[in-house]
């Protein structure tokens, strides 16, 4: 069973619309959690952690459900500048431990 | 946020020789920094973790005597694929945290190509 797991989609948008992607993660005692963006054959950025409380970052929003292990992404009124792979990371250990990776949604933002 | 750079950006190499990637941290001594690789269309995966001054960790699966790593310094670890195969032929990634969250920082990759 995979660790992370992510719809790989292609997700085709048009522009303006809003588009949610969904991760669920398999280790219950996981304790920090990330969406990161991945432009083509570049390193990943993060985009924004995602807390118990849900957060917002402009046209972003991030909410985590721990019972359901679950974590989503939200992006209102996309720009075609969101095209890129979107990958949602589980940390499970403390500060000092590696970060567990799904394979990524692509997402294409369509003018 | 931490500024990491890694060299070469790009490398390519012919089977059965040894590359030697290297990943620094610019503005901040790391006492951990970890190697991850992509093939295309899959996820990173973590292939070990770098500590200064000890003996890096590796993830099960990954070959700690073809994948070296010395973590020689706060602000550099290099990681060495000996005896090189076209299997091998990778994005390498490095990254660091602060220590201060769980975000970690990434450099900007080297792309491996073994021939």
């Known amino acids: 069973r995979k660790e992370v797991e992510q719809d790989p989609g292609p997700f085709n948008v048009p522009e303006g619309a809003t588009v949610a992607f969904n991760c669920t993660y398999s280790n219950s005692a996981s304790q920090s959690f990330f969406w990161y963006r991945q432009d083509c054959r570049k390193e990943p950025k993060l985009l924004m952690s995602?807390?118990?409380s849900g957060n917002e970052d402009g046209r972003f929003t991030a909410q985590l459900n721990r019972a359901s292990q679950y974590i989503s992404l939200l992006i209102r009124d996309s720009k075609l500048s969101d095209s890129a792979t979107y990958l949602c990371?589980?940390?499970?250990?403390?500060?000092?431990?590696?970060?567990?990776f799904g394979k990524g949604t692509h997402l294409i933002i369509q003018p | 946020g931490a500024v990491v750079s890694q060299h070469p950006s790009r490398v390519i190499c012919k089977s059965g020789t040894s590359v030697k990637i290297e990943c620094r941290s610019l503005?901040?001594?790391?006492?951990?920094m970890f190697w991850y690789r992509q093939f295309p269309k899959q996820s990173l995966m973590l292939m070990a973790t770098?500590?200064?001054?000890?003996?890096?960790?590796?993830e099960q699966g990954v070959e700690k005597d073809k994948f070296l790593i010395n973590h020689a310094s706060l602000t550099l670890s290099t990681l060495t694929v000996t005896s090189a195969h076209p299997e091998d032929s990778s994005f390498y990634i490095c990254s660091l945290d602060r220590g201060d969250s769980y975000e970690q920082y990434f450099g900007p990759g080297t792309r491996l190509t073994v021939t």
């Open positions: 990371v589980v940390n499970s250990g403390g500060g000092a431990d590696g970060l567990t």
């Open positions: 995602v807390y118990s």
């Open positions: 770098s500590n200064e001054g000890s003996k890096a960790t590796y």
């Open positions: 503005d901040f001594q790391a006492t951990t």
